[in-house]
Structures are given as structure tokens and as C-alpha cells.
């Protein structure tokens, strides 16, 4: 079974809408990440969870809204987005959100946003 | 500040040839993390290699070797006998000591053609 799992893969919306990403982790980990890759950028680290308590935000917009209701889900609920949100937004988890731990990332959602 | 520098953004070669991807880092930690991920056409970070900073050895795993030198900030990776399933895009990352993020560099797009 695939560690870490993300749905929908891909995603169209409109700026007016409202939906969810979601998260799954079969690896027992403690720790889990949202991502975002856009293109020619580095990928860059939205929110960290560790032991459903988030840990780090980093300066995210608030339209974007994360949800750790246990150690294996993470969710990130978008509203009111602008096209530039446009991306792919990778989960990862890693055992602890420890320097020696290693993160595995989950296939990707691929964000549209219109 | 951590940084990561992959001067590299797209490399083409033939299958079979070897192929080296540059990875080069800032830190001022003497305790930090360095790895490689690799991302096909899927999406999906693949997770290859880590490595700590006091761990200067050399490592071969089949066809990739990796070589750290801690001289140069560098921590380069190369495909022996390139194949066209090795085209992806390859990150290199660094990690800091403390509550400290995952940095990724922008990646190098390797093409093999058959």
C-alpha cells in the first residue's frame, strides 16, 4: 500500500469556491507537512503538524486553512483562492518533525484555480 | 540562513551515459541533514538518499553514488549507465539542526533519451 496518499489528484476551481485536499499516511508516522511546488520555484513548506498540533505556519495566506484531526489525516481547506494559488500541493510525513527524520511526500494534487 | 543551489536546470543525455547532478549548500550549522529526492512525471517525491554532516563517506546504492564533501559544500549525485526511467526531475535538500525546515534547491530536470 502507497505510504502517503493525497485526493483529489487533480483539482479545478474557481475563485469562489470552497474545497478540501486531503491527506492519508499508512507509515505510523507522527509528523505531516503541506507543500507547494509551483512552477520555477523551490518547493515551499506551507504547514507542519506533529502530533496534530501544529508546529510551524509559514506566513501562509489564510485562504488557505489546514485541519490535523489525528496523527494519520491532514487536510487543507482552500476558499476565495486567486489564480496564482495555482500549483501542485504535496503532503508528507515523516516519524517526528525531528532533524534525523526522514519526510516521505505523497503523489501530489494538482490545483487549477480559474 | 540555509540555502541549496542546483545550478543545473535541465540536463540531457543518451541512455547509458553517466550523468552527474551538482548540488551545492549554505549553512552555518555544523549539525545538518542533506538529501536527494526524486520526482517522475507522476508527481511524487521520491525519497533516495540521507545523509548527516558528519558523515563524509561516499555511498553507492546500484547505479547512483552520491559524493559529499564537506570542502566545498557539495553534495553531488551521479546515475551510472543512465536509463530512460531515471528521467524526472531530481531536489536536493538540507536540513538544519533545531525546529528548522526541509530547504529543497529549484531541482534539475534530467532527460534520458533512449
Known amino acids: 500500500e502507497t505510504g502517503v496518499t493525497q485526493t483529489p489528484r487533480h483539482l479545478v476551481m474557481g475563485m469562489t469556491n470552497k474545497k478540501s485536499l486531503k491527506c492519508e499516511q499508512h507509515?505510523?508516522?507522527?509528523?505531516m507537512y503541506w507543500y507547494k511546488q509551483s512552477a520555477k520555484k523551490p518547493l515551499e513548506l506551507m504547514f507542519v503538524?506533529?502530533?496534530?498540533?501544529?508546529?510551524e505556519n509559514n506566513s501562509v495566506p489564510s485562504r488557505f486553512s489546514p485541519e490535523c484531526p489525528n496523527s494519520s489525516h491532514l487536510f487543507l481547506h482552500l476558499h476565495t483562492l486567486q489564480p496564482e494559488d495555482s500549483a501542485l500541493y504535496l503532503c508528507a510525513s515523516s516519524q517526528d518533525a525531528e532533524l534525523t527524520d526522514t519526510q516521505y511526500f505523497g503523489p501530489g494534487t494538482r490545483l487549477t484555480v480559474l | 540562513a540555509q540555502k541549496v543551489t542546483q545550478a543545473q536546470t535541465e540536463i540531457s543525455v543518451v541512455e547509458k551515459e553517466d550523468v552527474t547532478l551538482d548540488c551545492v549548500y549554505e549553512?552555518?550549522?555544523?549539525?545538518?541533514?542533506l538529501f536527494w529526492y526524486k520526482q517522475p512525471p507522476s508527481g511524487e517525491l521520491v525519497f533516495l538518499i540521507r545523509?548527516?554532516?558528519?558523515?563524509?563517506q561516499n555511498e553507492i546504492s546500484g547505479r547512483y553514488s552520491w559524493n559529499f564533501q564537506k570542502s566545498t559544500s557539495s553534495f553531488n549525485f551521479t546515475i551510472t549507465a543512465s536509463q530512460v526511467v531515471d528521467s524526472a526531475v531530481y531536489f536536493c535538500?538540507?536540513?538544519?539542526?533545531?525546529?528548522?525546515?526541509?530547504?529543497f534547491g529549484k531541482g534539475t530536470r534530467l532527460s534520458v533519451i533512449a
Open positions: 535538500a538540507l536540513r538544519n539542526s533545531g525546529n528548522t525546515p526541509l530547504v
Open positions: 507509515l505510523g508516522h507522527n509528523a
Open positions: 549553512t552555518r550549522d555544523t549539525t545538518y541533514y
Open positions: 545523509r548527516n554532516s558528519f558523515d563524509e
Open positions: 503538524y506533529s502530533l496534530e498540533e501544529r508546529v
